[in-house]
């Protein structure tokens, strides 16, 4: 099962990048010219502990339709989410969080199995991976220029 392990810096305090990381409205931002969007579920603002969203988005010339769950979350230093129904035969994606003397690092850890078998397990290995981590350095960059500027506000100070 591939595992992707992402680390970004960034100039901002824990709390803010945690926050930013769970919020629905950020992610749609990011994930913009893949038209993705909050169908069911937590639509707006950050979701909690055992909350669902549901995506639909346009990846690999296909509709999508994914429910995840957050299984697990430890505020503002981890949250960790799971497909409950989608594309992927299993999905979990740990965020970690660690506060530093000058910002966050922040940590993912993706995991994922596609469900074709012997085909899924080759197009994980050349294709699927590069595809999916892109997505994520994608997201974790909107985060960052949110977070280190001052277009966080707009999200968190309601």
Request: hydrophobic share 40%.
């Amino acid at each position: 099962m591939p595992l992707i392990h992402l680390t970004t810096f960034i100039q901002a305090p824990v709390e803010r990048v945690f926050d930013l990381s769970r919020n629905i409205d950020l992610h749609k931002e990011s994930m913009k010219r893949h038209r993705e969007e909050a169908v069911a579920g937590t639509r707006f603002g950050l979701i909690g502990k055992n909350e669902t969203v549901t995506w639909k988005a346009k990846h690999l010339f296909k509709t999508r339709v994914m429910r995840i769950r957050i299984t697990e979350m430890q505020q503002p230093l981890r949250f960790v989410d799971e497909q409950a129904d989608g594309s992927f035969k299993l999905m979990k994606h740990e965020h970690h969080f660690k506060s530093c003397e000058n910002g966050t690092i922040m940590i993912d850890l993706f995991q994922f199995e596609s469900p074709y078998g012997a085909i899924g397990k080759l197009l994980n290995s050349f294709f699927l991976t590069r595809y999916v981590k892109s997505l994520l350095q994608q997201h974790n960059n909107v985060i960052k220029e949110f977070a280190e500027g001052n277009k966080w506000r707009r999200l968190l100070e309601k």
